[in-house]
């Protein structure tokens, strides 16, 4: 059978949301019998537009999966190339993430070459059509990478929204983001903190993920604040690498005087961490200003946590109110109600939801999804 290739990043970079979905699609494939080859990346981002420390992983490469490290984003002839030696390996199928138009020119160049294979079929896992932080040209860019694409996932419905303004008639499909289940089992909470070094008495809500504007910790922080919420004797702990300027942050936990509260882990956190830093908490708070989906969320759900989100992007959709967490609204004050909501209700009010609501999210899911679009172009 002919392989499928997943074009997107991959190890050796560093194991962020992209990188561990890929891996564990892969993985899925290879479950299902298939084999499977990624495609990722000797050079994503040039140094001078990396927010991060680096980008590159320093844990042990996976053994179990074809890794081809090909794809410099920044040279014409290597992504001609590429597309090329893509081509020769006659899949039935490539699976293309797309999250930024900075990627444009790379990966539409790519699957123009890859299309010239006869009977290859091409879809797209959206993150974003619309980015974030938005620049002059991104419509352009996203335009050329969306023309050889023949269908598409997408894993929020404003993502949806966003492609349709490009893409109206185009095969495609709203599929859950699964749920991230490779980092291992449950863990108890107190082996957890003793793990991390984190406090073993007292609640814990947890930020995770890299820190952007728009994922609102200022908010969080400002929230902190609230005399309820200080009575409540609670901390923060904050996980995950600053990919903004830091000092703001830094000034603002001293200015609301939360240096005993807040408890910053701002190095990047590796995959072997993940589950220590989710199991500890009590709550996993994501106070966005603005989200399409978060990988945030499926680690959750994995870990049984439950959530307080912003009514922002898909989050109040995979996060039902009362249920597995609670949605606010993108304000401090309304963040502070939150917290005191998830309180008043108790962590064995939030348990039986979880457990059900979770079993929706499968990777078998998103497979039988992108195979139905395949055989639908």
């Not at 293309?96 to 123009?112: D, E, K, S």
């Not at 490009?166 to 749920?179: G, N, Y």
């Not at 039902?320 to 917290?339: F, K, N, R, T, Y």
Request: with cysteine; net charge neutral; glycine share 6%.
């Amino acid at each position: 059978m002919p392989p499928v290739v997943i074009i997107g990043s991959a190890y050796p970079l560093r194991g962020g949301g992209l990188a561990t979905f890929n891996e564990r699609l892969a993985r899925a494939y290879l479950s299902a019998g298939r084999e499977v080859i990624l495609y990722t990346f000797s050079l994503q981002y040039p140094s001078f537009l990396f927010p991060g420390r680096s980008q590159y992983s320093e844990e042990a490469p996976p053994t179990d999966l074809d890794i081809r490290v090909r794809i410099h984003t920044l040279n014409p002839f290597n992504w001609w190339r590429v597309g090329r030696e893509i081509r020769r390996l006659a899949p039935a199928l490539v699976v293309v993430r797309y999250w930024l138009p900075f990627m444009a020119p790379c990966l539409g160049t790519i699957l123009r070459g890859v299309r010239r294979a006869p009977g290859v079929r091409v879809v797209c896992i959206a993150d974003n059509i619309t980015p974030h932080e938005r620049r002059p040209g991104d419509r352009l860019l996203t335009a050329y990478f969306l023309r050889p694409v023949q269908a598409f996932v997408t894993m929020s419905q404003s993502v949806m929204d966003d492609l349709r303004h490009f893409e109206p008639r185009k095969p495609a499909l709203l599929v859950p983001h699964p749920l991230y289940d490779n980092f291992g089992t449950p863990m108890p909470a107190a082996e957890a903190r003793a793990e991390l070094g984190l406090p073993a008495e007292g609640m814990l809500l947890l930020f995770f993920g890299f820190i952007r504007a728009y994922k609102g910790l200022d908010l969080l922080l400002e929230a902190m604040t609230d005399a309820r919420v200080r009575a409540l004797g609670l901390r923060l702990v904050v996980a995950g690498e600053f990919y903004t300027d830091e000092a703001p942050y830094l000034a603002q936990v001293e200015r609301l005087e939360l240096s005993e509260v807040v408890i910053l882990r701002t190095d990047f956190i590796p995959n072997a961490q993940v589950r220590a830093y989710f199991c500890a908490a009590d709550l996993v708070v994501q106070p966005y200003r603005a989200a399409t989906q978060s990988g945030v969320t499926p680690l959750a759900y994995h870990f049984n946590r439950p959530m307080l989100v912003t009514r922002v992007g898909a989050l109040p959709d995979i996060v039902p109110d009362g249920q597995v967490g609670l949605v606010c609204e993108p304000e401090a004050g309304s963040i502070a109600e939150g917290i005191l909501r998830y309180v008043a209700l108790g962590a064995a009010h939030f348990e039986p939801h979880l457990r059900e609501e979770k079993q929706q999210y499968s990777w078998e899911r998103l497979l039988a999804s992108i195979q139905t679009l395949a055989d639908a172009v």
